[in-house]
């Protein structure tokens, strides 16, 4: 069966400080990948998604970027963190249009 | 482009009510729905969806909710609350064409009562 993991689950970081979020997925092969936040007490925010290894593309503009090495990895970063940096970040995966997407259990990000 | 409105950002029911949050959503082509719960400081997990075919669909946990077109809606349904159905739940719409990008409405906080 497919597994999605996510690391850490909570961060506190400085302002300015750099941020690296992983997310892995097992059991498939060439998944869409997704990267959303959740600010508080706010919806789902989509600010990445890749459809494979290299690619990807981004929804809105910010301090945050994301990679795709390898198949079944995504990774959020930034080189300085911003106070509006703060929020649940999750991690998805879904392999096709009409399938939903199964979502990672998340990392709380404080910026301090 | 696609939207969601969920009416109501806290709904509160007592224990054994009836549940029902409420969804509308905007599509220039045929929509995928879902309907996903969030539990605190967790990830959303699925709780239905409809893609194609029969418009009542049944999910986990009692839930069902219903496609109406003509409506745009998609509410989510539950006869009877249970104690564990205190959550968060959302709404979101997709399409079939590229990298399935969802949109997510703002959310609905359940709160049941005993």
């Known amino acids: 069966s497919q597994t999605i993991h996510q690391w850490p689950a909570t961060l506190v970081q400085p302002v300015g400080s750099p941020l690296s979020l992983e997310c892995t997925v097992e059991g498939t092969s060439n998944p869409n990948l997704y990267w959303y936040r959740q600010a508080a007490g706010r919806g789902l925010q989509l600010l990445f998604y890749?459809?494979?290894?290299?690619?990807i593309s981004s929804e809105v503009p910010q301090n945050l970027s994301a990679s795709r090495p390898q198949d079944r990895q995504f990774i959020l970063s930034s080189k300085k963190l911003l106070l509006s940096d703060s929020g649940f970040y999750l991690c998805?995966?879904?392999?096709?249009?009409?399938?939903?997407?199964?979502f990672g259990d998340g990392t709380r990000l404080s910026i301090l | 482009a696609q939207s969601v409105t969920q009416l109501g950002s806290h709904v509160s029911v007592s224990e054994g009510a009836l549940v029902l949050l409420r969804c509308n959503y905007s599509?220039?082509?045929?929509?995928?729905l879902f309907w996903y719960v969030q539990y605190p400081n967790q990830g959303l997990q699925l709780l239905l969806k409809y893609t194609t075919g029969a418009t009542l669909v049944k999910g986990i946990n009692g839930f069902e909710a219903e496609f109406k077109k003509s409506e745009t809606s998609f509410h989510l349904t539950k006869p009877s609350a249970h104690m564990s159905d205190a959550a968060e739940y959302f709404c979101a719409v997709s399409s079939a064409q590229g990298a399935q990008k969802l949109v997510f409405g703002q959310g609905t906080r359940l709160t049941i009562n005993p």
């Open positions: 998805a995966w879904s392999v096709h249009s009409d399938q939903p997407q199964h």
């Open positions: 599509s220039s082509v045929p929509p995928y």
């Open positions: 890749s459809v494979g290894i290299g690619q």
